[in-house]
């Protein structure tokens, strides 16, 4: 048995970039920014990583619409390592998360907005479901 999880919560450096495949399927992209503080020598000191991560999809469409640069969110999905032939034959690589739960955090009074590629019921919290929903 094997394992591929990660789970993130940090800042986005830019805003999405969302494009469509060939086939309709909305695609986006942009970088996420997670920092860790640490004492060192008696001073502390701030470390920051940062993450390519891709969304496909709803996912794709609701990030370009809700998420921009600075805005804090919370990500789990998998890593998945790319390579490619760039214009001049070198062979290149990257290392991504894709996104298989998003949710939106703090803001400017925003709602808290999540984005399932699964749509697993289980997943919502009672705040996600509409007064409607409720059977009673």
Same mark, same amino acid.
């Given at each position: 048995? +094997?394992?591929? $999880?990660?789970?993130? %919560?940090?800042?986005?450096?830019? /805003? =999405? ?9 909305? %695609? ?6 997670? +920092? ?6 008696? @001073? ?20 370009? @619409? ?11 999905? #998998?890593?998945?390592?790319? @390579?490619?032939? /760039?214009? /001049?034959?070198? #062979? *290149? ?5 894709? %996104? @298989? *739960? ?5 803001? $400017? ?7 399932? +590629?699964?749509?697993? =019921? ?6 996600? %479901?509409? /007064? ?5």
């Amino acid at each position: 048995m +094997s394992v591929n $999880k990660v789970i993130l %919560i940090g800042r986005l450096g830019k /805003d =999405p970039e969302v494009r469509y495949s060939s086939n309709g399927t909305a %695609i986006t992209s942009f970088s996420l920014a997670t +920092s860790r503080k640490f004492k060192k020598n008696d @001073e502390f000191v701030e470390e920051t990583e940062w993450h390519r991560v891709v969304g496909f999809g709803r996912t794709a469409e609701i990030c370009g @619409e809700y998420l921009n640069k600075g805005r804090q969110i919370f990500i789990e999905g #998998r890593l998945q390592t790319r @390579e490619w032939e /760039d214009k /001049d034959g070198n #062979r *290149r690589w990257t290392t991504e998360v894709i %996104i @298989e *739960r998003m949710q939106m955090l703090g803001g $400017k009074g925003d709602a808290a907005q999540e984005a399932n +590629s699964g749509d697993n =019921p289980f997943d919502r919290t009672p705040n996600d %479901i509409p /007064d409607e929903d409720v059977p009673f």
